[in-house]
């Protein structure tokens, strides 16, 4: 699978809207885009998935530029339940069902 | 809809212990997959199980086995114990058509002392 760089850690405030990007220089022609998100203690929560151009649901939006080198993880007005590490992962599992995490992205939103 | 669940929820075993970690699928799916995350790590693959056979694995010594039931629960065994087999161990369920949404237990903190 592509390997991923995204920033360590961000910090946030209340009710702003924060981006994460993770870069995927090495992505393949049939490689979707993955993100999850973890709270202390918990398992990853699937987010959000998409290929190319912009993704939506109640959560979050994924925007994919032309050429897929990079994708765009944005959470509108976050609150500090929002805390959480992301991962950006890339490539597809197949049959294997391996999920390739790297470190991810501890996102601390404060009031 | 039941969703993944792990038992125990913390374990404390020594070194050269066997340790046998327990998940319920959620309703629906027929993969199984479980990770090792070590602190401050994003979690390591270590096999899947699909119709109660291992569908691929990680990266982990044979000690690490695992079983699925025909009810699609499943066991992790962790045979002979080492320090550093200190983790939350954690439990995925998926459909094999849709390998990328892995839908997670809360997992099994488990020490090795």
């Known amino acids: 699978l592509a390997k991923t760089t995204q920033p360590i850690s961000m910090d946030s405030y209340e009710g702003q809207e924060v981006n994460i990007t993770c870069s995927h220089n090495?992505?393949?022609?049939?490689?979707?885009i993955t993100w999850y998100q973890q709270f202390p203690s918990q398992g990853p929560r699937f987010i959000i998935q998409?290929?190319?151009t912009k993704v939506t649901n109640e959560v979050a939006s994924l925007f994919i530029p032309a050429d897929r080198k990079s994708s765009t993880l944005s959470l509108p007005r976050v609150s500090l339940s929002d805390t959480a590490v992301y991962y950006c992962?890339?490539?597809?599992?197949?049959?294997?069902?391996?999920?390739?995490f790297g470190q991810g992205t501890t996102l601390q939103v404060k009031p | 809809e039941t969703g993944v669940t792990q038992s125990p929820t913390h374990l404390i075993k020594t070194r050269g212990q066997q340790v046998t970690l327990r998940c319920s699928s959620q309703?629906?799916?027929?993969?199984v997959s479980w990770y090792q995350q070590a602190l401050g790590q994003g979690p390591q693959f270590i096999f899947q199980?699909?119709?109660?056979?291992?569908?691929g694995r990680g990266n982990f010594p044979p000690r690490f086995s695992g079983l699925q039931f025909p009810n699609y629960s499943s066991e992790l065994n962790v045979n002979a114990l080492e320090l550093d087999d200190s983790a939350l161990y954690l439990c995925a369920s998926s459909l094999l058509a849709e390998p990328d949404t892995q839908y997670f237990g809360p997992g099994t903190r488990l020490t090795v002392l």
């Open positions: 090495n992505i393949a022609t049939n490689d979707y």
């Open positions: 998409g290929y190319k």
């Open positions: 992962l890339v490539g597809w599992s197949g049959n294997t069902g391996k999920l390739i």
């Open positions: 199980y699909y119709r109660e056979e291992e569908n």
């Open positions: 309703s629906g799916h027929n993969t």
